[in-house]
């Protein structure tokens, strides 16, 4: 009896392990990881993310809607795992002052706006909400049509003190300076 108990719960182990490795692979095949890095005169941005795709789906809006990220709601940035941004050099966050380092950032969709917020939490899963105690700045960046991007993109490009971070998505665009202190 004891044989048949242990094989069954080997069984079911194996199981679960294999579910856990087909759902995480097929997660990071409909949004792989994506990096987007800048670099000038020794000063360094880079950023890690999910790249999740629009696939005929309303981004954007209201929940009543079935919009993929509602408005007022918690989003990771990207998808799977939290956004990572780090950056070498002191910078601006919107109005505050940020120490080199490295940070999550995610953002809660308004409309016609995008609330951006950098964490100091490095150990949550995108998944979940992080602290929001460990929120060290927040910026509130305006959102503009663009040409439609199927999968969502951050690039990094240099700026005149520092560099901005530049997101499109759908056919929404908007991006976030980042200046050197």
Do not use: C
């Not at 964490?119 to 049509?145: C, H, I, K």
């Amino acid at each position: 009896m004891k044989k048949k108990i242990f094989i069954g719960v080997g069984i079911l182990i194996v199981l679960i392990v294999v579910a856990m490795f087909y759902l995480n692979n097929r997660n990071r095949t409909l949004s792989p990881p994506g990096q987007a890095i800048g670099a000038l005169s020794g000063d360094t941005v880079s950023v890690e993310y999910s790249r999740p795709s629009v696939r005929d789906r309303l981004i954007f809006g209201e929940e009543e809607e079935g919009a993929l990220q509602p408005y007022g709601v918690y989003w990771r940035l990207g998808a799977n795992e939290p956004t990572f941004l780090n950056v070498n050099y002191d910078f601006r966050f919107g109005d505050s002052e940020i120490d080199a380092g490295k940070y999550v950032i995610y953002a809660i969709p308004r409309k016609g706006e995008m609330e951006l917020r950098l964490n100091a939490d490095l150990r949550f899963w995108g998944f979940t909400e992080p602290d929001y105690a460990e929120d060290l700045a927040t910026a509130v960046v305006r959102m503009s049509p663009g040409e439609h991007t199927e999968q969502f993109t951050i690039s990094v490009e240099s700026a005149a003190s520092g560099f901005e971070l530049k997101f499109n998505w759908g056919k929404q665009q908007w991006s976030l300076p980042l200046e050197k202190q």
